[in-house]
């Protein structure tokens, strides 16, 4: 189980010369064992959430607990040896390194185009076109997107974290995603997206909102607050 | 085995991919002699009568052969100096590989210049690989500085593949090419240098012929108080297509300073440089520590995938 415990985050904004909170005093229990879908409006907070429970970002203050054991003063490397997984929202482009070699360190075991092919098909993608081919500028930012979630599922892990995973994604091959996530039974899903489909396949829905208290319940009691027009007009539409 | 045909063939190993004795000819020079040799009627190696080196005769149309020609150097305190030249026929396809090893186990410098001329007839090809690697103790330098001079006539392909991975204290490397009608040149440079160590680059390259082209890719990666010096000339005197690509890669103190010059003498010439040098991207070291890599260990992933 992954919580967060009076957890806020600031920055210090230039333009003002005050720190500028993003996440305000934040208390989250998430389902385990579940998926929950965050969503908000445009600089709500939901990427910064994601950073904060990988580690990529430190929470000014609150605790991060993972069953418990509190990660705070953890690194990434040692939350990912925790079983804490992530697949960003702008995947990182390496020259040289390729996605074999990134399947390779993230399942920490040598894969062969067939063990290669398992991930790279259930994100889609065809295992002896990509395998070799270096995670560059010569792909597109769909394909890559696709390659980071393969990435994330070789690595593998309890709590897995998706951040816009839908993003570049062509809508025709939404539905394998929607059914991707489904799959991942017996882990904490943790998605941050705007997509209905994506949504409506949640067991739980986040929504934050700079302006309120995060709300977290399930998705039949969450969904109707996200239609209502107040929502709409904070930016907090869904798609 | 003994300690010294060990660290023969660690060196040829690293630097020629040789673990036994090659296929096809061969020549093998160890501390400026040559110690075994295999010449065969499609490709003669021939010692050179006039100076130090040796000439390499591909016949015309020769298909899907190769030439091994390492050079290993493991005493401290030799000077090589040698003129390799190679005569490649019309129409052949061939694999070269060369190289040069040190092993240096004494306080005083072991050098060795390699001078590889390549006569590139109509419509041949050629891949050439060469690695350069020095390695041992002592507190002598390692010094390699191989020139390459390409001249390519009509319809010809040249890929080079150069390629220094540590150990070298100072490294002067010169490729000089003029391409004519419809000829390709293909260079892919990784270079790593750490400690103290230096490495110089210069590629002069005239694009004289129609429709002519080279590609320049250079990758690099300083560390330690190392420096590295890359110096890229393309000219371009006929409707012709010339890309140079430099990455360089900074750690510690390292530093890589980049020239680029492109020269259009004609309207129909198209000339591109590219170069980036900076430190390893803070997102990709996150990414890999996402996988459960430390930041060392990230590191050392990037670096090996970049000048792989």
């Known amino acids: ?40 409006h445009n600089g709500s907070g939901k990427s910064t959430m994601i950073k904060l429970l990988m580690g990529v970002l430190r929470a000014t203050s609150g605790e991060i607990l993972l069953d418990g054991k509190n990660l705070n003063e953890m690194s990434i490397d040692q939350r990912a040896k925790m079983g804490i997984t992530v697949a960003f929202q702008n995947p990182v482009r390496f020259k040289g390194l390729t996605v074999r070699d990134l399947l390779n360190l993230a399942s920490k075991s040598k894969n062969s185009v067939v063990d290669a092919c398992e991930f790279l098909a259930k994100v889609g993608l065809c295992a002896k076109d990509y395998v070799d081919r270096e995670l560059d500028d010569s792909l597109s930012g769909g394909e890559l997107k696709r390659i980071e979630l393969a990435i994330a599922l070789a690595k593998g892990g309890d709590v897995m974290l998706f951040d816009e995973p839908e993003a570049g994604i062509d809508l025709w091959s939404f539905d394998a995603l929607v059914g991707l996530f489904k799959e991942l039974k017996n882990k904490t899903v943790i998605i941050v997206s705007h997509q209905r489909k994506l949504l409506e396949s949640a067991d739980y829905i986040l929504l934050l909102d700079t302006k309120k208290d995060a709300i977290l319940g399930r998705r039949k009691d969450i969904l109707p607050l996200l239609d209502s027009p107040k929502c709409r007009k904070l930016g907090g539409q869904i798609i | 085995m003994s300690e010294i045909a060990k660290i023969d063939k660690e060196l040829l190993g690293q630097v020629a991919d040789l673990h036994s004795v090659p296929q096809g000819s061969f020549n093998i020079r160890k501390n400026g002699e040559s110690v075994e040799r295999n010449s065969t009627k499609e490709i003669q190696i021939v010692s050179k009568k006039d100076k130090s080196g040796i000439d390499i005769i591909v016949a015309e149309g020769v298909k899907n052969r190769s030439v091994h020609i390492p050079v290993i150097i493991t005493v401290s305190g030799l000077s090589d100096l040698v003129y390799n030249d190679f005569y490649i026929g019309k129409n052949a396809d061939v694999l070269i590989v060369a190289g040069c090893g040190i092993h240096n186990a004494g306080d005083a410098k072991s050098q060795h210049d390699g001078i590889h001329t390549f006569h590139l007839a109509d419509g041949c090809k050629v891949r050439y690989i060469e690695k350069h690697l020095g390695i041992g103790s002592g507190k002598g330098e390692k010094i390699l500085n191989p020139t390459t001079v390409i001249e390519m006539e009509n319809g010809s392909n040249f890929e080079m593949e150069t390629i220094q991975l540590g150990g070298v204290s100072y490294s002067d490397r ?19 240098t750490d400690e103290k160590q230096t490495a110089k680059t210069l590629f002069n390259v005239t694009l004289k012929g129609k429709n002519s082209s080279v590609e320049v890719i250079s990758r690099s990666v300083a560390k330690g108080k190392s420096k590295q010096k890359f110096i890229s000339n393309i000219k371009g005197q006929n409707e012709c297509f010339g890309h140079v690509e430099c990455d360089g890669i900074i750690l510690d103190n390292g530093v890589i300073e980049s020239t680029p010059k492109i020269v259009a003498e ?9 170069a980036a040098i900076g430190k390893i991207a803070g997102d990709q070291i996150v990414k890999l520590q996402t996988l459960g890599l430390s930041e060392e260990e990230a590191q050392a992933e990037i670096i090996k995938g970049f000048l792989k």
């Open chain 2, 174 to 192: 010169k490729t000089t090419a003029v391409l004519m009608d419809d000829a390709k040149l293909v260079i892919k440079e990784k270079v790593l």
């Open chain 1, 1 to 40: 189980m992954i919580e967060l415990k009076n957890v806020s985050y600031s920055v210090f904004d230039k333009d003002t010369g005050k720190n500028k909170e993003i996440l305000k005093n934040i208390n989250v229990v998430f389902p385990k064992n579940k998926v929950t879908v965050i969503t908000g």
């Open chain 2, 266 to 274: 004609n309207i129909n010439a198209t000339l591109v440089h590219e």
